[in-house]
């Protein structure tokens, strides 16, 4: 999974806040302090710059987040297109906006697992709605732990 070349600048330890961002609404997860696991935290629905920054400095003051990752839509080729540019320039707002490092994650395929896992679990088509993005935050915040820490092992 891709991961930009600004990821190692993340802290190794402390809370990482993962967004899944879209036009509409973000899915927020977090990392436990030794981001070693991911829980989905909150869907949140885009209102404006202000409002959204509001949302995004409290969740960083009350989780003392330490960095964010967030999810880059990449191509199955590999190549980045328009939503990839548009989960950039968001992760520089975000940066700007809270003084926090950012990286970027290869976010390919979470939505539908998340989709999958709600429909295994009998999710009705309202809950799976309400639960799908931060799901998909979690998953992706859960795979770059998972990559990063098996890049720090020995031989990895």
């Given at each position: 999974?891709?991961?930009?070349?600004?990821?190692?600048?993340?802290?190794?330890?402390?809370?990482?806040?993962?967004?899944?961002?879209?036009?509409?609404?973000?899915?927020?997860?977090?990392?436990?302090?030794?981001?070693?696991?991911a829980t989905p935290l909150e869907n949140y629905t885009r209102q404006n710059d202000l409002l959204?920054?509001?949302?995004?400095?409290?969740?960083?003051?009350?989780?003392?987040?330490?960095?964010?990752?967030?999810?880059?839509?990449?191509?199955?080729?590999?190549?980045?297109?328009?939503?990839?540019?548009?989960?950039?320039?968001?992760?520089?707002?975000?940066?700007?906006?809270?003084?926090?490092?950012?990286?970027?994650?290869?976010?390919r395929f979470t939505t539908a697992v998340a989709e999958d896992y709600l429909l295994a679990a009998?999710?009705?088509?309202?809950?799976?709605?309400?639960?799908?993005?931060?799901?998909?935050?979690?998953?992706?915040?859960?795979?770059?732990?998972?990559?990063?820490?098996?890049?720090?092992?020995?031989?990895?």
């Amino acid at each position: 999974m891709a991961e930009t070349s600004i990821a190692h600048a993340l802290p190794a330890a402390g809370r990482l806040l993962g967004l899944d961002f879209g036009e509409r609404r973000v899915g927020l997860a977090l990392s436990n302090p030794e981001q070693t696991i991911a829980t989905p935290l909150e869907n949140y629905t885009r209102q404006n710059d202000l409002l959204d920054a509001r949302l995004l400095m409290k969740t960083v003051r009350d989780y003392r987040v330490v960095g964010v990752v967030v999810g880059l839509p990449i191509h199955l080729s590999g190549d980045e297109g328009v939503k990839a540019r548009e989960s950039r320039a968001y992760g520089a707002w975000v940066a700007q906006t809270t003084g926090l490092p950012v990286g970027y994650h290869d976010e390919r395929f979470t939505t539908a697992v998340a989709e999958d896992y709600l429909l295994a679990a009998d999710y009705s088509r309202k809950k799976r709605k309400a639960r799908r993005d931060m799901l998909a935050a979690q998953i992706m915040l859960q795979s770059f732990l998972a990559n990063r820490a098996g890049q720090a092992a020995p031989g990895g």
